[in-house]
């Protein structure tokens, strides 16, 4: 009998079902909600909520806006964001996920903290992420962002530094960055790393691994913009070779069930279950039409 899985731990984390529940929420009483950004890195689920109300507007938009009602995606903005909003007359819905927010408010802290000219606050991340803007505008713009060993390069070994990591990343990618700070920071200059990855998109790695390879095939579906997408859909291929990445039932190429017993459909933390489920009921019947 062949078997259609969806990973149970796969979909939304609690941040994004929270940004949506508040959107859906607004959406209800209102009919019209603005949000700064997709709302997630799905386009099939903003497409979903653009349908119910929902507009996705850019900083620029922001600036030019007066008397609206704005939602702040679970990513997390910069405190200029709330700046503009406040002298623009902009009500904000604050979906910031509490997992960002608490690291907001660390970097802040230790910004106000420290003496900038004797240390450096270092943010490992995706340069140009939502999230990772908003962490850096804790620092008024003087964070150094860094995704790669490469990119130590650019920090100075000589002055103190304090490294922090954008939530969704790696935990091992992090603690090759804390093990290589360790060899190149000078006698007598501190150095502080903070574990600030959270574990629920963490903790996704050993369990899409141990999911990916219990099955014969693996279908991943996330949006292109998904950075945890690509953590995850790296893990699924180390953990199965036959994984393919898709966003859409029509992405599915049929010639890859040949001969396949079990598939397993797993996703991204910005990944809707019912797209999940949509692809799953579609590999399904093309089992049972004797398509393969």
């Not at 994004?16 to 997709?38: T, W």
Request: net charge neutral; charged share 25%; hydrophobic share 40%.
């Amino acid at each position: 009998m062949r078997i259609v899985e969806i990973d149970k731990d796969s979909g939304f984390c609690f941040g994004v079902v929270n940004a949506i529940n508040s959107a859906e929420k607004e959406l209800l009483a209102d009919g019209e909600l603005f949000c700064l950004g997709d709302i997630v890195h799905n386009s099939q689920e903003v497409e979903r909520l653009q349908k119910k109300g929902l507009i996705t507007i850019n900083h620029s938009d922001l600036a030019d806006m007066r008397d609206k009602k704005v939602l702040l995606r679970a990513h997390g903005e910069p405190p200029s964001t709330y700046e503009m909003a406040n002298r623009n007359n902009i009500r904000i819905i604050d979906a910031t996920c509490p997992v960002v927010l608490k690291l907001q408010k660390k970097i802040q802290q230790h910004y106000k903290d420290l003496d900038m000219t004797v240390s450096q606050i270092v943010i490992y991340g995706k340069i140009g992420h939502a999230e990772v803007n908003g962490l850096v505008g804790q620092t008024e713009g003087n964070a150094i962002v860094i995704e790669k060993k490469d990119d130590l390069d650019r920090l100075d070994f000589k002055k103190n530094i304090y490294l922090f990591s954008q939530t969704t990343m790696s935990l091992a990618s992090f603690e090759e960055i804390v093990k290589e700070i360790k060899l190149r920071i000078k006698e007598n200059v501190i150095f502080r790393s903070f574990d600030t990855i959270c574990r629920q998109v963490a903790n996704r790695i050993p369990n899409i691994r141990k999911f990916a390879s219990q099955h014969d095939l693996v279908l991943f579906v996330a949006g292109a913009k998904s950075s945890n997408g690509k953590v995850l859909l790296s893990e699924c291929e180390k953990a199965n070779q036959k994984t393919h990445l898709i966003s859409h039932p029509d992405n599915i190429n049929h010639e890859w069930l040949k001969g396949v017993e079990s598939v397993g459909i797993c996703g991204a933390t910005s990944t809707p279950k019912w797209l999940m489920e949509k692809i799953a009921t579609e590999v399904y019947e093309s089992l049972n039409r004797n398509e393969v």
